[in-house]
């Protein structure tokens, strides 16, 4: 017979990884060789251990669900990018002249159209500059591109309609040259709206122009180019900064912000100019009636040109939490500490590239801003102002705030009655500010983990405590360091979180699981202990030796007044760990007034309890054994005495 | 044999009806597959979080990629869009450096996934016995989490997923031969890993 076969080629028979005649080979030698068969038996008995993990995976529902709706969102698909390719930039260039002189001369009279028409270079400008905004683009909004598309050629004809050519053109390149940018939130654009239009030249009218009641006059679009995000964790609440590069012209301009299917609180809203602040006035946000989920803040800018603006507004539905993990070394002296921070977003609107801020402490707030973007509309219903449409005037409604009743129409009522929003601020010093380095992209719907914090060797004290009045009959595992330089920390506070301490088993680094916990905000210069849950290679065996009575009192009717109680108790403790140990063992006497004897030193931990503290060698037993005597009735007085 | 045919062709039309906009077709798709998916997936990253996460992307590609698809098995083509995204989700997970808390056995939580999945699979009540199970399963995770992605991929294709070495050469676009040799390899590095049972 031919030698044994080889584990190597036993395996390749098991699996099949031969030729099939060496297969047969094998199997003819496997008929005839029970060592042979042996050994494949022991083989297949090893790689049952595979089988282990065999267990089917079951995908959730929810998650199918979150694959679908990502599946239901445009597929991204790449732009050409016209600057690389001229001519198709040249063609699209003249499909869209084509175009404008179509509409123009079909919409229009003669008189508004010469002038426009007599405008070659600029138009040719014009276009150029949108054929070059699409390569620009980002891709990942092909709808709103195209929609973006058909609302220019509209303004190009509503401009076109307003029978001043001037003004149509500069409008129209203002908007090509600022559309490009697109933002990646899906439910919110910005728009600066004009009005009116108005030659630079000409000296800015005093009153404003009354808020257009549509959209066809958006003249930019902008994307943010920076947004910061400062979460709060204790309530539902994030601050979003946003930087904007708005284009204004000199004059009144509208500026329009929407936050559909947001959690935005439009209540928050605030913008601000961070360039020529002297020259840019913000006079009002209004919400117009009847158009829900929108904003409008009117602007009086002694400028024409770019310039770049901070929105600031509160929003739900973004959260934080902190959760940590810590390795211990073989001997229990140090500790590798890591910290994660995991954002969720629900807020309904992607960031991208957000400068990340988290806040640790407490805020409270007066309203859910999760509620106050989901109202209506933002500062309750439009009637209740002054309504010039006299058709509501005589139309009786009551809208229940509160408790106040009001009616619509001229007999409006002061929007005192609704008071202003307010948000709390409690102890702003108390907070800390966890800035998260460069930017983070969240998406609407995902979270994401971040690494908050590494650090190596924290010297720790592994601390074992018994206090059947607590914990009952075990003795409770602790791990005990500080937030100081000391321990390699100190830098920053800690946040809450959850803790999992793991210890390394052995020299080839597999962690076995110790415990774990959740941690308070840990202040700097503070001292941790982590309850890491009971011990099981600890014992503790409390055993009551003897109890006796005596030093009676009588009173006067020959009644018990006062006594003593005198109790030795044996605790024998053992630890089975191979590492020596430090115990503390609490003892409670259920009274103030006792005496305890015994031969390990204790210190009195309050007026009910003694505390004992111990160390213990490895694999080692010990006993402790004491006598307290309480004094009970009048008893009690011998000893103050 | 004309199950899976049949099976094929419905894969086939699936996907087709998938590319004309119907929305049904791909969940459906995606519950046909889901747990195999899922499953590959968990066994590759060794994480179920991250699993879950390369389950999204996996199929986020699958539907931008749909136009693409030609062959005949839409499983083949599927696995194979499922290898590329756990590579470069492993590679990417190793610059990054991050660990999961998840891959430590938490045999003191009585809600951990993986004690459960040992109880699932073992309908024994001894809590010892189990606690066993857990460990060598712990093991065997872990030996497969330190074998080379390629030949990792291999093993759990051909032996958790039942691939042919046809269809995994398939997926993983290099030859009979290269799978076979990579498939040894990773047998040989476990026969001297796994456990006794």
Redesign the interface.
Known sequence: MKNHLT??EL??YR???SSEEQQSTSSEHLTGCAECREHLEQ?I??????D????????PEA??S???E???KP??RKVVPFHKSPWMGAVAAAVVACFVLLMSNLNTDKSTQRPFAREPKSEDRIISNESGAKGKAQADSPMTMVAQDTDAKTKIAAATESAQGEAATRIVTKETSQRTPLTAGRARDIAAVEASIAPTSKPIPEQPPFAPASAIELVTLPRRDKVQLTIYNSADLTLVRERRNLTLKKGWNWLQFMWANTLIDPTSLSLEPLEQAGKIDIQQLVFPARLRELGRWLIRSEISGQVPFEITYFTSGLSWRA?Y?GTLSQDEKTMKM?G?VRLGNNSGEDYDNAQTRLIVGQVHILDEIAQLARRQYPYDRPELGIVHDESLGERAAEITNGAVTLQYGWAAQSLDVLGPKDIKKEGLSEYFLYTIEGTETIPNEWGK?L?SLEVEDIAVESLYKYDEERWGNQAIRFVKFANDEKHNLGQTPIPNGDV?I?SNADEQG????V??TDIKYIPVDEKVELNL?PARLVEIAPKLIDFKTENYIFDNRADVSGWDEIRTWKIEITNTRTLPIQIEITRGFGTAYWTLQSEIPYEKYDATHARFKLELEPRSKQTLEYTVRTYHGTREESLTQ | MESITSMENTDKSLIDAHRRGD?AA??EL??RY??NV??YL??MSGNREQ??DL??ET??RV??KAHTFHGPQFKGWLFKIATRVTLDGLRRGKR????S?NQ??????PNSEQLD??A??DNSCNPSEQAL?AE??E????A?ELLPARQRATLVL???QQLS?PDVAEVLGCSVGTV?TQ??RA??T??HK????
Not at chain 1, 510 to 513: F, G, K, P
Not at chain 2, 139 to 142: D, E, G, K
Not at chain 2, 194 to 197: A, D
Request: glycine share 6%; net charge positive; with cysteine.
């Open positions: 584990e190597n395996i390749e699996f099949r990884l083989l008995k090893k790689f049952a251990a595979l282990l993990l065999r267990e089917d995976a079951h995908v998650l199918i979150e694959v679908l990502q599946a239901g597929v991204q959760f993990m890591q994660y983990r690494l999992k793991y597999y962690l076995s699981y415990g774990g849950g | 929305p791909f969940g995606v519950r889901g747990d899922l499953g968990i066994r699993a879950e389950f999204q199929f986020k539907h931008e990054t450096k991050t660990v808390l430590q056995l938490d045999c003191d939580n999945a040992v699932l699979a199970k060598q399963a093991q065997v995770r872990r497969i051909a032996y958790y070495y076979k498939m040894f047998l040989k476990l026969s796994l456990p006794e049972i």
